[in-house]
């Protein structure tokens, strides 16, 4: 048997107002606390977002791969249908080639 639903206008006060949460803004708080990610971390991770949004705009983006050979990370720039346009320099997009044994 179910319970008959109760009306709003019968619905039991709290005496509490209903909060309104920015679910990006609480997750961020979460995560820089002491032991957390750093703010700078989150300023590249936005820069990224933005840089694969610019990228996206021109019907591009950057497809990361393991080169079959040398097992070493590879990238591409490509189109949206997946076609290689070029290979991308790791330093181009990091800045510098990243340390490979901090992958480990």
Not at 33 to 55: H, Y
Not at 70 to 81: G, I, Y
Request: net charge negative; aromatic share 4%.
């Amino acid at each position: 048997m179910h319970p008959e639903p109760v009306r709003a206008d019968e619905a039991p006060a709290t005496g509490e107002f209903a909060e309104v949460l920015d679910l990006a803004d609480a997750r961020k708080r979460r995560m820089t606390g002491p032991d957390r990610i750093p703010d700078e971390v989150w300023d590249d991770i936005t820069r990224a977002a933005q840089l694969a949004d610019d990228l996206s705009a021109h019907g591009h983006s950057v497809r990361f791969d393991t080169h079959r050979l040398t097992n070493r990370v590879v990238a591409s720039l490509v189109d949206n249908d997946g076609r290689t346009l070029r290979p991308v320099d790791l330093g181009e997009i990091f800045g510098s080639d990243p340390d490979p044994a901090s992958a480990a």
